[in-house]
């Protein structure tokens, strides 16, 4: 079935540093793909989406880029704030003749940033 | 504009009794999905409701079931609570659905249901 496969955490960064966040999909089709953040206490909140192929999609200072060969959508960031520091959830949406299915997400990686 | 709101945030139930859990969607959105996470299994969609009519539904025993009311308010109720059913239940809204490619979901803080 469809799935979606990220990173194991936790990762933990310096503030300043790049960050890399690893998401792969496997889908039958052709899905809308997703990062979403949460927040200690929260729920979640849609950080970026690509909806095709070579889509780059941006926030905040996060991109991924939907690539299709390699079925990932990798998250990534150049400089990470203490202010960041959250999980990440990978997910994907598949997309049937115009129409949207529910979100399949990947297990979550949690970020650290020190000062 | 009001976001997705979810009561009670907190509860605690007892083995074996059941539970209702609300969501007031995003004024205007027409669609309100549920979400179960869980340390285990993460994120687990459950089920959709559009129009007062459940769209699409997750692979959960017949204990999870909702409705949608006309307002599109929605509910959740679990019946036969298990220790298992401990979770973060989350409530997402959109204005056309989970039907629209890359459609905005927007989520609830969740109610944190925990089973004794």
């Known amino acids: 079935g469809n799935s979606v496969t990220q990173m194991e955490g936790p990762v933990t960064l310096s503030e300043e540093a790049f960050l890399t966040i690893n998401c792969t999909y496997t889908?039958?089709?052709?899905?809308?793909l997703f990062w979403y953040v949460q927040y200690p206490g929260e729920g979640l909140q849609l950080l970026l989406k690509?909806?095709?192929?070579?889509d780059k999609g941006s926030n905040k200072g996060f991109e991924a880029t939907y690539r299709k060969e390699t079925t990932s959508f990798h998250l990534e960031k150049g400089s990470v704030q203490v202010s960041d520091s959250a999980v990440y959830f990978c997910a994907l949406a598949m997309n049937y003749g115009g129409s949207q299915g529910n979100l399949i997400f990947g297990k979550g990686t949690k970020l650290s940033v020190k000062p | 504009k009001a976001g997705v709101t979810q009561t009670p945030r907190y509860l605690i139930k007892t083995r074996g009794q059941q539970v209702t859990l609300s969501c007031s969607p995003i004024?205007?959105?027409?669609?309100v999905s549920w979400y179960q996470q869980t340390p285990g299994q993460g994120l687990q969609f459950l089920f959709e409701y559009f129009s007062e009519t459940q769209r699409n539904k997750g692979n959960f025993p017949g204990r999870f079931s909702g409705r949608q009311f006309s307002n599109s308010r929605s509910e959740m109720n679990v019946s036969t609570l298990e220790l298992g059913d401990s979770a973060l239940y989350l409530c997402?809204?959109?204005?056309?659905?989970?039907?629209?490619?890359?459609?905005?979901?927007?989520f609830g803080e969740g109610s944190w249901l925990t089973v004794v």
């Open positions: 004024s205007g959105h027409r669609s």
């Open positions: 690509a909806t095709k192929a070579d």
């Open positions: 889908a039958t089709g052709y899905p809308s």
């Open positions: 997402a809204s959109s204005s056309e659905g989970q039907g629209m490619p890359g459609n905005t979901i927007y």
